[in-house]
């Protein structure tokens, strides 16, 4: 399983970005798909998650109503929105795959997910 990820970049708070994750190959019959976040300094934090079978999603609360994770099947690709943007949201971005569904394994441990995406920059100026 190969994850690449594209977008992010620099935004002024309220602002916007997507950040996407295109998967080639697949382990997994049943999977997640996560974002997870890290600043300088701070270990890793869980973002989104989305089930590929479903669509079915979840967020950390910090990002809740802000950040719509999606799935487009054609393309084999997950989408990380983000809007309302603020400094606080500034990391390393990474997007990873895990075997399961949410509500019947951890989506929120890093530690969980066997594969990984390169890490895209968000940053976020005040």
């Known amino acids: 399983v190969q994850l690449i990820q594209s977008g992010g970049g620099s935004v002024q708070a309220g602002g916007s970005l997507r950040l996407s994750c295109v998967a080639s190959g697949r382990a997994f019959e049943a999977y997640v798909m996560g974002w997870f976040r890290q600043s300088p300094g701070k270990d890793r934090e869980y973002v989104a998650a989305?089930?590929?079978?479903?669509?079915?999603?979840d967020y950390a609360d910090d990002v809740k109503g802000r950040f719509t994770s999606s799935r487009d099947i054609a393309e084999n690709t997950v989408h990380l929105q983000m809007n309302s943007l603020k400094p606080e949201d500034t990391a390393v971005y990474y997007c990873?795959?895990?075997?399961?569904?949410?509500?019947?394994?951890?989506?929120?441990?890093?530690?969980?997910?066997?594969?990984w995406g390169q890490g895209t920059q968000v940053t976020v100026y005040p």
């Open positions: 989305i089930t590929w079978n479903d669509g079915t999603t």
């Open positions: 990873a795959q895990r075997f399961g569904r949410i509500g019947t394994v951890d989506v929120s441990n890093w530690q969980l997910y066997p594969y």
